[in-house]
């Protein structure tokens, strides 16, 4: 299964989605620094190559 189809950021809500967890546990993750995210306006958005090597970490 390929996550990313040719995707250069998710938004938090995707990635939660994607990883099965609530927006609220990914929005701590990128505050505590273990997930890096881009603020872009009141948005943050995930690159793939972060969420990437997030999950290469876990």
């Known amino acids: 299964m390929n996550l990313y189809k040719d995707r ?3 938004s938090v809500e995707e990635v ?3 990883l099965n967890l609530k927006v ?3 929005r701590k ?3 505590g620094g ?3 995210a881009i603020q872009v306006g ?3 958005i995930v690159p793939v ?3 990437k ?3 290469s970490r876990q």
């Open 53 to 55: 090597e997030f999950l």
């Open 24 to 26: 609220r546990a990914v």
């Open 8 to 10: 250069l950021a998710f």
């Open 34 to 36: 273990s997930l890096y």
């Open 42 to 44: 009141r948005k943050q």
């Open 49 to 51: 190559w972060a969420l």
């Open 16 to 18: 939660a989605e994607r």
């Open 29 to 31: 993750l990128i505050k």
